[in-house]
């Protein structure tokens, strides 16, 4: 799909659930091959995950094999995405033999990755981490149960909650593949660190968010899984900052290494982390961005897209998208040329491939034209010839260029064939007549008349017609 076809798409949807805001709307469709949910103004779009076999879209950033699980219960729609997984595994630095240990009132997250093996697929991905690209983990359809909540409590997205002494075992389904951990709270004060882990120990960002694990290992090699609000957090190197085991990467013109660095009972660890540097966007720039209109003109747009190092370049057109906020004020055609229709303000926004701009427009009520038309006539004899006469609103016009400009109809479209052109610098305050030849002959031919400030070989574009134009058939 065109994306200006996209844009109006969403136009209506959101304009039907507006004004239906109590129906729920959903749009569902799969063709991309990947896990993809979104809402704009109150409308969810859902991508298929589909067989995800053709690798549209990386496995980690949604194109995992897997299929969409609908809930439709009257008025409401529910969905989760289910991947088709050989087996699950529950991964974690403190697990030992089957088995995990946290100190009461400690908080963790448990790693779930799924084994994709299964037809041509051949991955390993986490399910329950949230990709800023593409947050599918959120919608995965998974169940964590826990043998005893009283003592391990375990929420839906796999974050365990020590509440007291005491073991329990935790059981996780995903796509009918199942795996079991055994989790032991313990009492704080038995965990003495000889060494502290963390997780990952090393890391590479682009601008996300990184979450750090720590665990305690103690002098018998006995394993704890640390909350990160027990924990010291610290970063070298100033590439960012970290809260409770959450890395913020700062903004960076280069790439920079630095470590984040975690301290429980005197013990320390540290993890190298490397800040790539910070994207520089595609930025979308028209001329004019505002613009002040007597009704009744015509005003171009200029719109270029630049690199994120300045450097133009070349727009697909079929990608590019107007739109006004009130067409009662300013219409905008496919090629982006403003009409102003009536005195008011208006907004015409343009958008291509996710990028906007914003021109304001201020239209006012028209002056009387400098130009009118007194007669006009057009011979097909020998050729084409066009004349009028033209008739100054004063005899002290300003210079002027009378344009004539011949066009040819082919099916359905209309071809420039030929322009001719006059230019007068004074006027007096009698009529003046004015002539156009052209060399063709035939009845599909046209000639179209204009008065302007100044040449244009586009006058239909030109922001400064000093006469309404005509046609001659």
Do not use: C
């Not at 290992?217 to 959450?246: H, P, R, T």
């Not at 660095?261 to 660890?269: C, G, I, P, S, T």
């Not at 719109?303 to 300013?330: K, M, N, Q, T």
């Not at 204009?450 to 134009?469: K, N, Q």
């Amino acid at each position: 799909m065109l994306y200006a076809d996209a844009v109006r798409l969403e136009k209506i949807l959101s304009a039907f659930k507006k004004a239906h805001p109590d129906k729920a709307v959903t749009v569902l469709f799969g063709h991309l091959h990947a896990a993809l949910s979104w809402e704009v103004d109150g409308v969810r779009y859902i991508i298929n995950g589909d067989g995800a076999l053709k690798r549209y879209v990386r496995p980690e950033w949604g194109g995992m094999l897997a299929y969409t699980k609908l809930t439709i219960d009257e008025n409401r729609i529910d969905f989760k995405f289910v991947p088709l997984v050989k087996k699950i595994s529950i991964v974690d630095e403190a697990i030992q033999s089957g088995a995990l240990k946290l100190p009461v009132g400690a908080e963790r997250n448990l790693q779930l990755y799924g084994d994709f093996s299964l037809l041509t697929a051949n991955y390993i991905l986490p399910l329950n981490k949230t990709v800023p690209i593409n947050p599918f983990a959120d919608h995965i359809e998974m169940t964590w149960t826990s043998s005893d909540p009283d003592v391990i409590a375990v929420d839906e997205r796999g974050r365990i909650t020590a509440k007291r002494q005491g073991s329990a075992t935790l059981t996780v389904a995903v796509g009918g593949a199942t795996q079991s951990l055994t989790v032991t709270a313990v009492d704080p004060k038995v965990i003495r660190p000889l060494k502290l882990i963390l997780d990952p120990a090393e890391a590479v960002t682009e601008g996300e968010p990184i979450t750090f694990q720590v665990t305690a290992f103690d002098a018998y090699s006995n394993a704890f899984a640390l909350d990160n609000k027990e924990v010291a957090w610290s970063v070298k190197d100033d590439i960012g900052s970290v809260q409770d085991g959450v890395f913020t990467p700062g903004i960076t013109d280069e790439d920079r290494v630095g470590h984040v660095v975690a301290l429980f009972n005197q013990k320390r660890a540290e993890a190298k982390v490397t800040v790539k540097a910070t994207s520089r966007l595609m930025s979308l720039i028209v001329v004019p961005d505002e613009a002040h209109l007597p009704k009744g003109e015509r005003l171009p747009l200029t719109v270029r897209l630049l690199d994120p190092y300045g450097r133009e370049v070349l727009l697909s057109g079929s990608a590019l998208h107007f739109e006004s906020s009130d067409v009662r004020i300013a219409a905008v055609d496919d090629h982006g040329v403003i009409t102003a229709v009536g005195a008011g303000q208006a907004t015409v926004q343009v958008m291509y491939e996710g990028l906007e701009a914003i021109v304001n427009v201020t239209v006012t009520e028209a002056e009387p034209s400098p130009f009118h038309v007194i007669s006009s006539r057009l011979e097909r004899k020998d050729g084409i010839q066009a004349t009028v006469t033209i008739q100054p609103a004063a005899s002290f016009a300003s210079s002027a260029v009378v344009v004539f400009q011949l066009t040819k109809r082919v099916g359905d479209m209309v071809e420039l064939a030929g322009i001719v052109a006059t230019e007068k610098k004074s006027w007096s305050d009698t009529p003046e007549t004015f002539t156009g030849y052209f060399n063709v002959i035939g009845s599909d031919y046209q000639v179209n008349v204009f008065v302007l400030d100044e040449f244009s070989s586009a006058p239909e574009r030109s922001p400064r017609s000093l006469m309404t134009p005509i046609e001659l058939k």
